[in-house]
Nanobody, 128 residues
Framework: QLQLVESGGGLVQPGGSLRLSCAAS????????IGWFRQAPGKEREGVSC????????YYADSVNGRFTISRDNAKNTVYLQMNSLKPEDTAVYYC?????????????????????WGKGTLVTVSS
């Protein structure tokens, strides 16, 4: 079964940190671009960060640049999103997705509509 599974979400106070994981099963991530997306209540889904396997290039949305870090561990077939200095506006369901169209993913600033695989999401709530 081909799937992506996110984990690591939860409730955290403003200024806190979380690390999200995106684990793949049934296929390899080491030849794909991976994106982290989020959707807050009442808002459209937005691309947060993405990474290319072929070049190692990364992209971050302005809203998270300097606070979030995307990384990958090909041996574990997993991609991570380290989130620091969290703000209440970071509250959302976070999804990871994978695509073979790595260049398009980066060129679209992580808002590529043709992702091949999606996880079911993990909820991040930033609140005091």
């Amino acid at each position: 079964q081909l799937q992506l599974v996110e984990s690591g979400g939860g409730l955290v106070q403003p200024g806190g940190s979380l690390r999200l994981s995106c684990a793949a099963s049934g296929f390899t991530l080491d030849n794909k671009g991976i994106g982290w997306f989020r959707q807050a209540p009442g808002k459209e889904r937005e691309g947060v960060s993405c990474i290319s396997s072929s070049t190692g290039s990364t992209y971050y949305a302005d809203s998270v640049n300097g606070r979030f870090t995307i990384s990958r561990d090909n041996a574990k077939n997993t991609v991570y999103l380290q989130m620091n200095s969290l703000k209440p506006e970071d509250t959302a369901v976070y999804y990871c997705a994978a695509t073979t169209k790595q260049a398009l993913l980066l060129l679209s600033r992580c808002n590529y509509s043709g992702m091949d695989y999606w996880g079911k999401g993990t909820l991040v709530t930033v609140s005091s």
